[in-house]
């Protein structure tokens, strides 16, 4: 079924298998450290996009608390901020093959990042969100966030990426 972004009167149709499976394979296998953070991608649609991190012992950064290393939260921030981007530029050439759209992902990059930690990252697990709040013809402007099982909201972040 068409989704209609809320910025937008012009529907975009659902994302084909093969672009998701395409964007899943290079945020979670081929950047091989998000592989290493665990980031599981769950959801993927032109307006947002969640993922998810599971709470081990590599990614501890405190280990009296057993709390979240701040870098784990960054770093996952920032991956969401790259996918929300990916999307939203996938929703845009939607007349381009599902392959042509995901070669764009090698001209983008992070040219600025903030975080804000709101909360010690302790959990079990952890979601991550994001959504584009513009995207221009060479800076796309997100905003991300980092929940914890609980739902209470951890870290938020906004990230600017380069995307021509």
């Known amino acids: 079924m068409p989704k209609t972004p ?6 975009v149709p659902d994302f084909e298998p093969e672009f998701i499976t395409g964007l899943k394979t290079i945020f979670e296998e ?17 307006e947002r ?9 590599e990614l501890i950064g405190h280990y009296d608390h057993h709390r979240l290393h701040g870098g784990v939260i960054s770093a996952g921030l920032d991956a969401m901020g790259g996918l929300a981007v990916m999307a939203a530029i996938g929703a845009r050439h939607m007349d381009e093959s599902p392959a042509k759209r995901l070669e764009r992902f ?3 990059g992070t040219i600025d990042l903030r975080i804000d930690y709101l909360r010690p990252g ?9 959504e584009v709040m513009r995207l221009g013809s060479r800076v796309a402007s997100t905003r991300m966030e980092f929940v914890g099982a609980d ?3 951890l870290s ?3 990230g600017a990426y380069i995307v021509s």
């Not at 592989?35 to 032109?46: A, D, E, Q």
């Not at 996009?49 to 012992?57: E, P, S, W, Y």
């Not at 302790?122 to 994001?130: H, K, M, Q, S, V």
């Open 6 to 11: 809320a910025s937008s009167s012009v529907l």
């Open 30 to 46: 081929k950047i091989v450290f998000n592989h290493v953070l665990g980031l599981k991608i769950t959801s993927v649609t032109p």
């Open 49 to 57: 996009v969640t993922a998810r991190i599971d709470m081990r012992n």
């Open 106 to 108: 090698g001209k983008l």
């Open 122 to 130: 302790i959990g079990a697990y952890f979601e991550l969100r994001a």
């Open 151 to 153: 739902g209470k909201l």
């Open 156 to 158: 938020t972040g906004a």
